[in-house]
């Protein structure tokens, strides 16, 4: 398989310019970016550096103010509110810092949203969630209430949720933040298993050191600027990003 | 949908109880404010919707049947010989004055109707109350539902009106009490003397119309034929009197006000807790949004929590307001006739939905990249 035919998402020269004249603030200079099935890759920077802004854009939650997203090779330019919202919930899953889950659902059901939405049937939709569940060894948890979960476990739940409809990329903002360290790494190890052996794209945004170790690739933010850094995982030329 | 908005009331027990309470309070409030109009408008229509009469005949200053003048008693017989007339007879209506049982007099409408067919009469009486009983001179009819005001009467009971004695001789059904005035019905020539009334004048002419003949084809003739006079059916005597009502008193106007202040005090408590919930949840809104929710899903997911509030604000409401009209007894009359019901169903829903509007908005508006934010 082909570097490109492995490309899910793409960013080009996607840049960000919050607020207008006098008042705009540059939050990420225009960059480009690859996202691939079946590797990590790793976006590190200190806080307010524009990685989340980097993320939010190839999340298709912001658009960007320069450039553009290709999703499977196909320019979202000109992709409406109701399109962007279509393509997120078939196409990407997230995993969000502050776990995010629905407070008022049990796990089973905080998993099963996304199948609602896409109007999988309620059989179909327990059956699938349980699955997931199981796959991220919350087997049992299944009617547990986000709090009565500990922070790694509902990191699991988020990630079986982003999992369970198969989306094919996975974007990952400080999964690790506020997780103990051995939490952090069985949500790493679930990560990079969602990667190798269900061919996901996982993009994770941290500036956890302890993360840079799970990265294919990783890209580096700083005061706006996104650019590519060759960390221990990655295999040679034929492997190296063309990120700038 | 309705599931996942059913879990975030059931989570939120105090605000949703509170929410809860103001769709009770509105419904109440709702009910009990178009319950007493409509009470007090079923007794102000009572007398023509509680008769059999097609079309009636009343002088042309006629207003309602408590303001009107009389006819010379000839528009009897001009109306029997109209063509599509199948009888015709007078009634007449007049002022008389009844004791109480505390000795207090009050006035008192008295209708006189004309024998063998009493037509005028309401239809519906009480059990052994015949019509034929006000054929002997000195009886009279009164409302069942006025009885407790004279002492609980009994038939064969006596009553003063205008200084003169008349035996019980039955009871109407039907009529709601005090209807605006006691109610009496008598054979036509006691109620001249209870009401003072001249002896060649009428007061209405009631007419039936003959078979296959419709009720408004024979208005149209009897009013070509005496254009002097004011010539209505059943169903226009109804709306006089209602529009008659409803001109002259300020009531239908503060119920009115009433209903849509209690609508409004609703909308008002269901709208902010439900907007205060909303910005509590704003972070799991943004969550779902990026996790892929429609505005569609998220209209549904708010508009069945507003289905779901008035599902069970409007029972509870219903019950309230059962209690308090058992409470207040048979003298306030509070009917709860189907139109009211499903009207009212419908305001609650329609103030939980424009209550809910507000919060709707706002999570339409929400980022989905406020999930990113510390």
């Known amino acids: 398989m082909s570097t490109r035919a492995q490309t899910v998402l793409t960013g080009r020269g996607v840049g960000k310019v919050f607020g207008a004249d006098e008042l705009a603030v540059r939050a990420l200079h225009p960059a480009d970016i690859e996202v691939r099935r079946g590797e990590v890759l790793v976006i590190m920077g200190p806080s307010g550096s524009g990685k989340t802004t980097l993320l939010s854009i190839l999340g298709l939650l912001l658009r960007p103010s320069e450039g553009e997203v290709l999703l499977h090779g196909e320019t979202l330019a000109a992709a409406d509110e109701e399109s962007l919202t279509r393509l997120r919930r078939d196409n990407i899953g997230f995993v969000f810092q502050h776990m995010s889950l629905l407070s008022s659902l049990s796990a089973l059901e905080n998993v099963a949203m996304p199948l609602l939405m896409k109007g999988v049937g309620s059989k179909r939709r327990a059956d699938l969630a349980r699955e997931m569940l199981a796959a991220v060894g919350l087997a049992g948890k299944e009617q547990a209430k986000p709090r009565q979960l500990s922070g790694g476990q509902q990191q699991r739940v988020a990630i079986a949720r982003a999992l369970v409809t198969g989306a094919a990329v996975l974007l990952c903002d400080e999964p690790t933040a506020s997780l103990d360290a051995a939490s952090g790494r069985n949500v790493l190890a679930l990560l990079r298993q969602s990667a190798t052996q269900m061919g996901r794209a996982v993009v994770i945004v941290t500036h956890d050191e302890r993360v840079r170790e799970f990265g294919d690739r990783m890209v580096e933010v700083a005061d706006g600027v996104a650019g590519p850094v060759r960390c221990s995982r990655e295999e040679g030329e034929s492997h190296d990003d063309r990120v700038a | 949908m309705v599931g996942v908005a059913a879990r975030m009331l059931i989570d939120e027990p105090a605000k949703s109880v509170g929410t809860l309470i103001g769709v009770v309070v509105s419904v109440f409030l709702m009910m009990q404010q178009m319950s007493l109009l409509t009470g007090i408008q079923g007794r102000v229509t009572s007398f023509a919707d509680l008769n059999d009469v097609d079309v009636w005949v009343a002088s042309a200053a006629t207003e309602s049947i408590d303001a009107t003048g009389s006819l010379p008693e000839r528009c009897v017989s001009q109306a029997a010989g109209t063509r599509g007339v199948a009888w015709a007879a007078p009634v007449i209506q007049g002022r008389g004055d009844v004791t109480r049982i505390d000795g207090v007099k009050e006035q008192v409408r008295v209708f006189g109707v004309e024998p063998p067919r009493y037509a005028g009469l309401p239809h519906a009486l009480a059990p052994g109350s015949s019509p034929a009983l006000l054929r002997a001179p000195g009886r009279v009819f009164l409302n069942s539902r006025d009885r407790a005001s004279f002492g609980s009467l009994e038939p064969g009971d006596r009553i003063e009106i205008?200084?003169?004695?008349?035996?019980?001789?039955?009871?109407?059904?039907?009529?709601?009490?005090?209807?605006?005035?006691?109610?009496?019905?008598?054979?036509?020539?006691?109620?001249?003397?209870?009401?003072?009334?001249?002896?060649?004048?009428?007061?209405?002419?009631?007419?039936?119309?003959?078979?296959?003949?419709?009720?408004?084809?024979?208005?149209?003739?009897?009013?070509?034929?005496?254009?002097?006079?004011?010539?209505?059916?059943?169903?226009?005597?109804?709306?006089?009197?209602?529009?008659?009502?409803?001109?002259?008193?300020p009531v239908g106007v503060v119920f009115g006000m009433g209903t849509v202040l209690a609508a409004l005090i609703g909308a008002g408590i269901v709208g902010v807790t439900l907007y205060s919930s909303v910005m509590d949840r704003l972070r799991e809104f943004g969550t779902l949004k990026a996790i892929g929710a429609s505005r569609s899903h998220l209209l549904r997911l708010l508009g069945a929590q507003a289905v779901l509030l008035s599902a069970a604000g409007y029972p509870l409401g219903l019950l309230a307001f059962a209690l308090v009209r058992h409470l207040s007894g048979p003298s306030v009359s509070m009917p709860a006739p189907p139109w009211l019901l499903s009207s009212v169903a419908a305001a609650t829903l329609l103030v939980c939905g424009a209550a809910s509007a507000v919060a709707i908005r706002r999570v339409l508006r929400v980022e989905p990249a406020i999930v990113f934010r510390g």
């Open chain 2, 162 to 249: 205008s200084g003169q004695v008349a035996i019980v001789a039955g009871f109407l059904e039907g009529m709601d009490p005090h209807s605006p005035y006691y109610y009496m019905f008598a054979n036509i020539d006691d109620a001249r003397a209870y009401a003072s009334f001249p002896p060649d004048r009428v007061t209405f002419v009631a007419v039936g119309v003959a078979p296959g003949e419709s009720p408004e084809a024979v208005r149209d003739r009897l009013q070509e034929r005496m254009p002097e006079v004011m010539v209505f059916t059943r169903r226009q005597l109804h709306d006089m009197e209602l529009r008659y009502f409803q001109n002259r008193t």
